[in-house]
């Protein structure tokens, strides 16, 4: 019998709340009747992927956005149980071991309670991801995000009492106006939760997002000096390395581009980093949003 390859999936669910002042992805909100169609397509696709690339393990899943959270509980069931079906996706949950897959679901506070959590815990995900991004309201209402430091502090809880036993958070760094103290600040209050995870990105403000209309020409000449930016991002790995167990890495998706810094606790090691060899995306997107 001929040994099925690993490969690692990612899945874009491009529904959100709403569109926050610096995002750049390829999300939006949308109606219930919107999000069911495109689970539908979606499903169909997964079934396209695995006929077109046959003998293959799924050995990491992603699943991101958007924030894919915003699908009910049942509608992510379906759509992963249908990768189990189509890319040989294992039960074994034995992880950090080699042969145990790695499921991961990026989730923004507010958006699944305790009841939708456990759902998908029991559904098989066990890696849920975090977009925290700030531990400072001011700067949480300025990124436009629609949670604030106690909607996160209330999601991390939940998410360990429905089972999830890897966490990782999301924080961002070089936001307009932030000072390298409150960057500090934030990581300092993180770590002190002890995720397994944290992976932290500097921000970069792209064309065609409100960011960009604001801050655009500050952020370029700010970017040509690079000083500050690279100072506080050094200062982050400091105050992180003060707390016993994390070790820091480079996060890279990809060939070799570093996009963002990752620290990792208690022994644990994401496979975020892993290439996503295949990219599950409905292409009927474009269409039905």
Partial sequence: MKKEKPVGLYVHVPFCVKKCAYCDFLSAPASDAIKERYVNLLCEEIEKKAERYPGYRGRTVFFGGGTPTVLKAEQLERILYKLKECFSIPEKEDLPAPQGPEITLECNPGTADGADLKKLREAGFNRLSIGLQSMRNEELKKLGRIHTREDFLETFYLAGEAGFRNINVDLMSALPGQ???????????????????????????????????????????????????????????????????????????????????????????????????LVILCKELVKII
């Fill in 179 to 277: 000072r390298m103290k409150s960057y500090v600040n934030s990581l300092e209050r993180v770590t002190a939760l002890h995720p397994e995870h944290i992976s932290a990105y500097s921000l970069i403000i792209e064309e065609g997002t409100l960011f960009y209309e604001r801050y655009g020409e500050a952020d370029a000449r700010r970017r040509a000096e690079g000083a500050k930016i690279v100072e506080m991002e050094q200062a982050g790995c400091i105050a992180v390395a003060q707390f016993r167990g994390f070790a820091y890495g480079a996060l890279i998706y990809g060939g070799d581009d570093l996009t963002g810094e990752e620290w990792s606790n208690r022994g644990w090691r994401s496979r975020r980093g892993v290439r996503c060899d």
